[in-house]
């Protein structure tokens, strides 16, 4: 009886592991992510492959994610509260394609003077590394990278408000405080070699002025 047991719940433990790392397209089902450019950029080569236009492979798309997501929904729903209650719960639901197009983040203060000046810039060695230790670590990390997305705009906004305020504590001559991400397409090896600059466009900017003491 004891064994039956045991193999039963190693079933169980298999079938939920197996159900639960079905692919499933998650939050892209979410049509405004995919106004992307990086998304849009990989749903071209698809469409180009198989011959059709990028709207109709976009319409086609969209119905089976659908349906897929509405079948990994099922087959997980046994298994859903155990994976909660056992702290096993599969994150990675898919591989994704590379960001053609990342974003990098900036912060600069502003000082009473009306001059700006960066106090961190990602991937910019020579830049000062406000908090560096911070947005080095892998949580921050890939809390920053969710930020660059539109749709995490109040979430960003949000996160600025509170680095706004540990830099004015610290400081006294800064007014305001911006957060930005620089937007622009990867280069290539070619690129890189030749010694092009990366062009960027400055989004999701947000400044903080300096809250008016009572």
């Given amino acids: 009886m004891k064994h039956h047991l045991v193999a039963a719940f190693v079933l169980w433990q298999a079938l939920a592991m197996l159900a639960s790392s079905l692919p499933s397209p998650g939050r892209g089902v979410n049509r405004s992510y995919w106004s992307e450019p990086t998304v849009q950029a990989e749903f071209q080569s698809w469409a180009d492959m198989l011959g059709t236009d990028l709207v109709t492979f976009q319409d086609r798309l969209y119905v089976v994610a659908v349906k897929l997501q509405a079948t990994v929904r099922a087959a997980n729903a046994p298994f859903r509260e155990w994976l909660r209650v056992t702290n096993t719960v599969q994150s990675w639901k898919m591989f994704v394609a590379p960001h053609r197009f990342p974003t990098r983040l900036q912060l600069r203060a502003r000082h009473a003077d009306g001059s700006w000046e960066v106090v961190y810039e990602e991937g910019a060695n020579d830049a000062p590394r406000w908090r560096g230790e911070r947005f080095a670590t892998e949580r921050m990390r ?54 092009e600059p990366l062009k960027e466009e400055w989004v999701l900017e947000r400044t903080v002025n300096r809250p008016v003491a009572p």
């Fill in 142 to 195: 890939a809390a920053v990278f969710a930020w660059g997305w539109p749709q995490n705009k109040k979430r960003w906004f949000s996160a600025c408000s509170g680095f706004a305020g540990e830099y004015f504590a610290e400081t006294t001559d800064v007014d305001a405080f911006q957060c930005r991400f620089g937007k622009g397409a990867s280069l290539s090896a070619a690129q890189v070699l030749a010694g």
